[in-house]
């Protein structure tokens, strides 16, 4: 609960650095975008939601604070693992056509904490089970487009992301099986996704 808290100051403040006012321009600057997402990586499946704040600081460039949630299972017979996660990245994009529209390219990095649950030797009588928990950097490249929905501010924004969650630090507990501390580690690290963003522009 602590890490999720941090995880929300840290968002809020990203979001008041980057509201900061600057000179008018005909087309909108700033926008909302919520997310869906599903993920899949070798032997595992995720479920996402993110909501970013994106701001145009140029005519082909814009800004991005993202807080993120996602679930996810990974099963390879042998080891299964259950996690939930949240954190908070800072990220760039790239409009070739400007104006915060049409195809896009973009990048971010980021901070994230995951509690999860597993059992190692699934269905032997070797089998244990624990809790773990892991901070990890996460940089995440995309490729995207931001298309209207008609002359209003409301646009679709499908994209397609690769990435990867890098272990900063890891606890894992057995409770059941054994005893004691385990040196196991999240499983989901290499990953993709789908998404479809609706994003409001103003």
């Not at 990048?107 to 624990?130: A, E, I, N, V």
């Not at 990435?163 to 630090?169: A, E, K």
Request: aromatic share 14%; proline share 3%.
């Amino acid at each position: 609960m602590k890490k999720r808290l941090i995880s929300a100051a840290i968002i809020a403040g990203v979001l008041i650095g980057l509201a900061v006012p600057a000179v008018v321009f005909a087309e909108p600057r700033n926008s909302i975008n919520l997310t869906g997402a599903a993920g899949f990586a070798p032997d595992a499946s995720a479920t996402g939601f993110f909501a970013e704040y994106e701001r145009s600081v140029g005519e082909k460039v814009s800004l991005l604070g993202r807080f993120g949630s996602t679930s996810y299972s990974f099963d390879d017979s042998v080891y299964v693992e259950d996690g939930d996660g949240s954190g908070v990245d800072l990220g760039v994009r790239l409009y070739p056509q400007g104006g915060m529209k049409g195809l896009y390219f973009g990048g971010s990095l980021g901070f994230w904490s995951t509690d999860w649950t597993f059992t190692d030797d699934k269905g032997t009588f070797y089998q244990t089970t624990g809790t773990g928990s892991s901070d990890a950097v996460r940089l995440d490249l995309e490729i995207g487009g931001r298309f209207n929905l008609g002359p209003g501010p409301v646009s679709l924004m499908p994209s397609f992301h690769l990435g990867n969650y890098f272990s900063v630090s890891d606890d894992c507990t057995y409770t059941s099986g054994a005893t004691g501390a385990c040196d196991n580690s999240a499983e989901f690290n290499l990953y993709a996704y789908l998404g479809l963003a609706v994003g409001f522009a103003f």
